[in-house]
């Protein structure tokens, strides 16, 4: 038998899903097992490395009848296998990828020795596992104009993220857009909102009751407290969400009549607005669209970047924003020099 890395944590991997007498698992089990890690072997491989491996560690195997069941002895000592499986280490490090900004720093440097055996795993199956090459054929990319993540403080991130686990106040000192020095006030971090390439706490201010919204890259320095966070009584996050923070929500629910060119609405067939949603054609081709969509920053931001591949026909209210809108743009493009 070739002993290379990846017979190894083959046979590591047949070791960890064998479970103790009297419970017991056949070699098709195990093959289907290690073919949802990524190891694509036969029957008769896994057959080869149970008997290989029962040389070695006590399993015993249930010959009395077929399927023979495979089992640690139950005498056996108490061990665990370090490492960790194919599966394991691909859904480490798409975590660590996309969930980047939103992991807690401190769990992030806790996992930091996962992250490398789960690199080391994948790198030693590449060409041999098909979950080893996943992460080089899956991609998130976003939806509308990608932006820069504006840089941030790392010591600053880990001391909010810390706070809002801790559920303890901090002193910061934040600078506003618009002011011309920062200030420094105490917080009580309430939750944390990645909109786009912006990261986002949402707190209180002292021992005032309305909520803040602070842009994390524009907090300069923060010192946690010894203080317990002092809630707002009833705060929900996904309700504050509802309610209209950030452009999103809920709103007011409203029926939109709008005419879009083919270009502009085709993908709303596959990808409607809403349960109710209809479409229809119109007289001159365009395609006419009506659902009940709340009414909210998001959806008018959403319609202007259709530019003149959409006209909104109702609300009137809506309408006159964006023709407002519309008309301001064409005259700042119509000013010559």
């Not at 002993?3 to 190894?8: A, D, G, K």
């Not at 599966?87 to 440097?109: D, G, K």
Request: aromatic share 8%.
């Amino acid at each position: 038998m070739s002993f290379t890395p990846e017979t190894l944590l083959r046979q590591w991997q047949t070791l960890r899903h064998i479970p103790r007498h009297p419970r017991k698992i056949t070699a098709w089990e195990l093959r289907q097992q290690l073919e949802n890690e990524g190891f694509s072997v036969g029957k008769r491989t896994v057959e080869r490395d149970l008997q290989a491996l029962s040389r070695i560690f006590p399993l015993v195997v249930d010959d009395r009848e077929k399927p023979f069941g495979w089992s640690w002895d139950k005498e056996a000592p108490s061990f665990d296998l370090p490492g960790i499986s194919t599966s394991e280490s691909l859904t480490l490090l798409m975590a660590r990828e996309y969930l980047r900004s939103v992991m807690p720093s401190s769990v992030q440097n806790q996992l930091a020795p996962y992250f490398r055996l789960a690199e080391q795993k994948l790198d030693t199956l590449a060409g041999h596992s098909s979950l080893a090459s996943w992460l080089n054929k899956v991609r998130i990319i976003p939806a509308a104009q990608p932006l820069l993540a504006p840089q941030t403080n790392s010591d600053v991130e880990a001391t909010l993220q810390e706070a809002l686990m801790l559920d303890r106040q901090c002193t910061v000192t934040y600078h506003r857009k618009d002011a011309e020095s920062p200030d420094e006030y105490p917080i009580n971090p309430l939750a944390l909102v990645q909109r786009g390439s912006l990261i986002y706490l949402i707190c209180t201010i002292k021992t005032y009751a309305d909520i803040r919204i602070l842009v994390l890259h524009r907090v300069l320095s923060a010192t946690l407290l010894g203080t317990p966070t002092v809630h707002l009584p009833g705060f929900d996050l996904d309700e504050y969400l509802a309610r209209g923070a950030f452009g999103w929500g809920a709103g007011q629910i409203i029926q939109l009549k709008a005419l879009f060119t083919t270009e502009a609405g085709n993908h709303l067939h596959e990808t409607p607005l809403s349960i109710d949603q209809e479409i229809s054609q119109a007289s001159d081709g365009r395609l006419r669209v009506t659902a009940s969509v709340p009414d909210n920053k998001q959806l008018l931001w959403w319609l202007l970047g259709f530019g003149d591949g959409v006209e909104v026909e109702a609300p009137k209210e809506l309408r006159d924003t964006i023709k407002l809108s519309l008309a301001s743009a064409a005259r700042r493009y119509q000013c010559e020099g």
